[in-house]
């Protein structure tokens, strides 16, 4: 194996350690890196030097090298020599969600060699904390954020624009201002796919559990509904909509159990029932089973958000639409870095609809429609 391909083979199964890696963890020395591959310890260096360089590790004098960590300070002489910082800014609440996007924000960041800096938001704080971030961020990107009352109104958004550099609200309000971005799924047709994919099963009677805070797409994805319910020839009145008033930072699976205790309770009972999370599908499981009822011998049941990543130990694992998180993350990175067009302020994603264990025809005769 000649210098070159064994560095580039070194460089890969070192990527593959990392991306392995929690942030943070310690990575094998240098000598047991060259003894592993037989190669010399000057073509491990400039493998390790190289990563460094891009931002995958962090290395420290007499300790070692390091997966790099999101607590190392932004603002040391060594940043300068990667691509600059993204602002990360979500809600402070109690969202697994938010969480798994920020892992995918990282990932991709420091592949791009950008450094990432994080804004928790929480209710009681306000937008003065991205400003002063952004202001303390020598060579700030751009800025990615998840959607919170604070954004959507008219003054958040003149704060983003104030910043000055291209900012993607994530599940925001339509933007007016020309660095001003949002992506959302395409929410019409997430709720015309749950009614297509449930009534194309034999399903006639629904229930949709809105067990997250309102915003501006819930409206679309109940007008899909309504036109799938029509395309499928069924009334309106098969549909039925529960939705709470879930607060930011309140537990939203705690609004799908109580939802779905009610539902299984209730006199003309729905065959199949739509979550607008994975979060509330899974408390729904709970409820259904507490009622002595199964998914989806009793119940079929769909989610409107990505999956976690222990759902494929969950049985039955649960059918869901939605736009992929990973898709998401790189459209706003690709916005920030200027790989796609800026003319267009306001993106739409692609749903995707995957069929799980937790969808089944309904027993017994069809409900007429």
């Known amino acids: 194996m000649n210098k070159k391909s064994l560095h580039s083979t070194i460089r890969e199964q070192m990527l593959r350690t990392i991306n392995a890696a929690q942030v943070g963890d310690l990575l094998p020395t240098e000598k047991e890196i060259a003894e592993r591959f037989g190669s010399s310890r000057a073509t491990v260096q400039n493998v390790m030097l190289s990563l460094q360089r891009e931002g995958f590790i962090e290395r420290k004098k007499g300790r070692g090298s390091f997966v790099r960590s999101k607590e190392r300070r932004i603002f040391s002489a060594t940043d300068f020599s990667f691509g600059g910082q993204i602002l990360y800014a979500y809600p402070d609440y109690p969202a697994l969600e938010y969480l798994l996007f920020r892992k995918i924000v990282e990932e991709l960041a420091r592949q791009r060699q950008l450094d990432m800096v994080e804004a928790r938001i929480s209710r009681f704080s306000n937008l003065s904390l991205i400003k002063e971030l952004a202001g303390q961020s020598p060579q700030l990107k751009g800025v990615l954020a998840h959607t919170a009352t604070e954004l959507t109104e008219g003054r958040g958004q003149r704060l983003l624009h104030a910043l000055g550099v291209p900012v993607v609200v994530i599940s925001g309000e339509q933007s007016v201002y020309d660095n001003v971005f949002t992506i959302n799924p395409d929410h019409y047709k997430n709720g015309y796919k749950d009614i297509e994919l449930l009534a194309g099963r034999g399903h006639r009677r629904l229930a949709y559990v809105g067990n997250e805070p309102k915003n501006q797409g819930e409206k679309l994805v109940q007008e899909g509904m309504r036109r799938a319910l029509a395309d499928?020839?069924?009334p309106q009145k098969n549909l039925a909509v529960n939705h709470g008033e879930v607060k930011p930072w309140e537990d939203s699976a705690v609004a799908a159990y109580e939802a779905t205790r009610?539902?299984?309770?209730?006199?003309?009972?729905?065959?199949?029932?739509?979550?607008?999370?994975?979060?509330g599908a899974w408390a729904g499981l709970r409820a259904i089973r507490e009622a002595g009822l199964s998914v989806p011998e009793d119940f079929s049941v769909v989610a409107n958000s990505s999956p976690l990543p222990m759902d494929i130990y969950l049985y039955p694992r649960i059918a869901y639409i939605t736009c992929h998180r990973e898709a998401v993350v790189k459209m706003a990175m690709d916005v920030i870095g200027g790989k796609l067009d800026r003319t267009a302020n306001n993106?739409?994603?692609?749903?995707?609809?995957?069929?799980?264990?937790?969808i089944r025809p309904p027993k017994g005769p069809s409900v007429p429609r």
């Open 262 to 279: 009610r539902i299984v309770a209730g006199r003309n009972r729905p065959s199949a029932l739509i979550y607008r999370s994975f979060s």
């Open 347 to 358: 993106l739409t994603v692609d749903v995707t609809v995957c069929e799980e264990e937790s």
């Open 232 to 234: 499928f020839g069924l």
